[in-house]
Structures are given as C-alpha cells and as structure tokens.
C-alpha cells in the first residue's frame, strides 16, 4: 500500500518535472531571473505612485505586476510599500491579486500541462477579477484618513528597460515559447533540439550584448529561484501524485465535478485555505481533472490555489489591517467562484 | 553605524545579513546589525523590494542580495 502510494508519487515527478526541466523550467527560471534582474522596479513603482484615473493605474498595476514580481513571497512588500507611498488601496491590492495568481513562472508551467486554452483562460480571468477586487477596494475604504509614510519613489527619468534586456527578454520568451507550441505533437527530441537552438541564440546574445556584471547578476537571480521553487515543486508534485493515488474519484466527481456554482465554491474553498507553491497548482489541476473535476472548477482552483492562502490571510490582516482583509478574502472568493461558473459554462 | 536588514525572513534575506557581517568584519567595522522581519516597517523606511539594506537610515540596496564585495565598497563609502 505505501509503495503504491510512493510509486504514484514517483510517477508524478517523472510525469511533470522531468520531462519539462529542459523546455519549460529552465526557461522559465532563466526569464524569471533576467525580469527580477532588468527590469528597474522603482521606474515601474514611480507610474504607480501618480494618482492617475482609475482605469489607467488598474491597468497599469495588472499589467506591472507580471514584471515586478515573480513569486508571491516578494509581493507583499510591494504592494505595502505602494500603498503607504500614496497609491489607491485598490492599486495595492491589484499587485497583491495578479503577481500571485498569473506571474511567469506559473503561467509557463500552467500553459505546458494543461494546454493554451487554460493558461489563456487563466490570464483573461485573473485581470477581470484584477479590476473588480480594485473596484471594490476602493469603494469600501474611499472615506478612510491615511497617512503616507514615505516618498513615492523617483525613477530619475529611468525607462522600465533597457533596449538590450529587451531584446534579451524577447529571446528568452521566444525559446520558451517556440517548442512547446511549434513542435508540440513531434517526438521530444525535436523539442529539445529546438529548444537547445534558441538557447545557445539568447546566451550568445547575452554574451556580446551585456557587461559581465550583469550577466553574473542575471544568472545569480536565475539560480535563486531554481533553488528556493524547484525543491518545493518537487515535494509539491510528489504530493500530487500521492493525493491523486488516495483520492476517490467518486468524490471528486461528486464534489468537484461539472460546473455548478457549488462546485466552483468548492474547488475556491479549497485554493483559498490551502498553500500552494507556485507552479504546483499546475499538476494538482491536472491530476484532479484527470479524475473528473470540471473546468470551471479547475480554472478557479489554479486562481485561488497560488492568489490566496491562509498564511497570506494572516500576512494581509497583519500589513494592511483586519478591516481590509476581511474585504478581500470574501471578494476573492465570490469572484473566483463566478469567475470559474462563468467560463466554466459558457467559455471554456 | 547602524546596518539594518530588511527582509521577510526567506533564504535571500539571510544570506544578506550573512553577507554584511562578513563585509563589516573584514572592513573592521563595529555595527549594529539589525534584521527587520515586518512588512509594516519595511514601508515606514522606504523599502519595496526585498532583501534591502539600510545603513543609517539610508537604503543602499533593495531587491537584490548584495556580493560581500559591494557590501565592502558601499559600507566604507559610507563611512
């Protein structure tokens, strides 16, 4: 019995990580580091600072927030600082949605496992209920006094990145990209070659284009995030296989299944209270489709599962107060619920 | 001098609190080191992006954590 269950775990790990390291992690961690690296967050902070309309800072602020952070740890910070710099309450909390529940890494992983619809699906969802969380926010605290405890910060007239990084950026993406869509039904050697091709074009442009330093700085980023994820994406994976060996899949059909709302509050409940490491969401989704849960219910799970946790609660009452966390929590789950009834029904 | 560290305890945080006191040692320098864990406090003292450090109310570095080298060179500027 315990075998079985360590054998599934095994599986699993095959099944997600070994065969994505070369075409979809390490991608991955190298375009995750070169943002963390290139990308000047103050320039980005400073557009966010200025008390411009609605529509535009709750763009802005989606949008950023694919650029600023790449995992949810260092979000938090972020959106604290914009906040007592000045920003809307609603502003703060778009960082604080959309870094968590759509940035690179996940998003990458989330488009290799369960295909473009999914990761598509997940973006447009992600920045609708961005904007509405915003909305709200700002609604429910417009008549709070609040002191700004600091200076926006000054960008000194700095673009967001520089022509080089750039194009770098650019590579990158096109070598993430290209095998997994343009090679997607051919054998995996094909990929790998590809994917070995655009690789050693973005290092080869990264070596004559930029100054050692930065190179140093981009790869020491790089191996930041392979060492704090990758440990915990192989524990999560391995878990995901267990669960999915444990689990009948009589319940999940019966609790999870089609796309009725009481479904899709279910799988919210279950992203809302419980950690999971970026990336992880990705296979757990899958393995849980596998056993029958509907795609509403997936799409919610894969937006609440890494946006929202109970420790992120606890951090979020702690940094912005109990009134404010008390707000979002409930609204993240309304709208992850409709979110996921709605495409579930009549999109996906 | 007082050095502080801001940071919301991951691993990068420590590593750069390990790199100022090798940087303050090897300089020869008597600081006071602090690690500041709150994010409520990372905001009073202008800090958005961790791991950051702060010297004397100044923050040298926000984001990134810092070689032992830089430390060395931004401390004894500072100085």
Sequence with gaps: MVMDLVLAGLKALQHYVATH???????????AGAMVTFVRREAVLALL??????????????????????????????????YYAGAGVGVAFIVLW???????????????????????????????????????????????????????????GQSILGRRATILLVLIVISLLAPNYLVAQGPYLHKVLLWLVLTLAFSGYAWFALPREELAQWLRESWWFVRLIFPLLLAGVFLVGVI?????????????GGNSLSANFFATLIGAVSYFATMTEAPFVHTLMDLGMGKGPALALLLTGPGLSLPNWLAIARVFGVRKALVYVPTIMVLGTGVGWLFGNFIL | MKIQVAGPGCPKCKLTEDHVRQACAQLGIEAEIEHLTDPAEFAA????????????????????????????SMLSEHE
Excluded at chain 1, 21 to 31: E, G, M, N, R, Y
Excluded at chain 2, 56 to 62: A, H, N, P, Q, Y
């Design chain 2, 45 to 72: 003292l202008g800090v958005f992006f961790t791991p950051a450090v702060i010297v004397d109310g100044k923050v040298i570095e926000s984001g990134h954590v810092p070689t032992v080298d830089k430390l060395k």
């Design chain 1, 49 to 82: 600072g200025e008390q411009a309309g609605k529509l535009r800072s709750f763009s802005l602020a989606s949008l950023s927030s694919f650029l600023v952070a790449a995992c949810s740890c260092t979000v938090i910070p972020v959106a604290s600082g914009l």
């Design chain 1, 244 to 256: 999915g060996a444990v689990l009948p899949e009589a319940w999940i059909r019966d609790w999870l």
């Design chain 1, 21 to 31: 390291v070369l075409t979809c992690l390490v991608p991955a961690f190298l375009l």
């Design chain 1, 98 to 156: 959309v870094a968590p529940a759509a940035n690179v890494l996940a998003l990458t992983y989330t488009g290799t496992i369960l295909g473009t619809e999914m990761v598509v699906a997940r973006v447009v969802a992600a920045l609708l209920m961005a904007f509405v969380v915003g909305y709200v926010m700002t609604l429910a605290f417009r008549h709070e006094q609040r002191e700004t405890a600091m200076p926006s910060p000054s960008s000194e």
